[in-house]
């Protein structure tokens, strides 16, 4: 599917604040609520949409800390990296899994309440998954603003 620019404002407004509702998106776009409704609805059947969130303050709920893991297999089977990737997908603690080339072989971002939370993550779950040989850690001291894909235009 191609986007338009009334696509991609719809987007913009969408990432910036999902719960709009139909009436007030149709107003920033200059559009009556049905086209909008349509417009969505193709945006989501095209797998554009994947879904819509709402973002939680992690440290109001009580996860205060994020680290990125950098994790290095020692074995790159087909095999080794199924069962990595479905074991991490248990971890509720890993809020974020990305295979990559380079140095590492995934990264995960992660999210817990303290130091005594991670060591029990890493000494009882990622190190015990098959084919882990190492996990390199950085603590985020600052989390800046998370960027959008579209930017809303004036």
Do not use: W
């Not at 603690?93 to 295979?99: I, K, P, T």
Request: overall charge positive.
């Amino acid at each position: 599917m191609k986007i338009d620019k009334i696509d991609e404002k719809l987007l913009a407004l969408l990432e910036n604040d999902a719960s709009l509702t139909i009436k007030q998106l149709a107003s920033h776009l200059h559009l009556s609520a049905t086209p909008v409704h349509e417009r969505i609805k193709k945006l989501k059947k095209a797998g554009i949409i994947e879904s819509i969130k709402a973002q939680i303050n992690r440290h109001k709920v009580g996860l205060g800390m994020m680290i990125i893991c950098e994790v290095s297999m020692d074995s790159h089977t087909q095999e080794s990296i199924d069962r990595f990737e479905k074991e991490v997908g248990k971890l509720n603690e890993v809020v974020e899994c990305l295979h990559v080339s380079g140095q590492h072989d995934y990264i995960l971002k992660v999210v817990l309440p303290d130091m005594n939370s991670y060591r029990e993550l890493l000494m009882q779950k990622l190190s015990k998954i098959p084919a882990v040989g190492n996990v390199n850690s950085s603590f985020v001291l600052h989390e800046l603003e998370r960027k959008q894909y579209f930017k809303p235009t004036p």
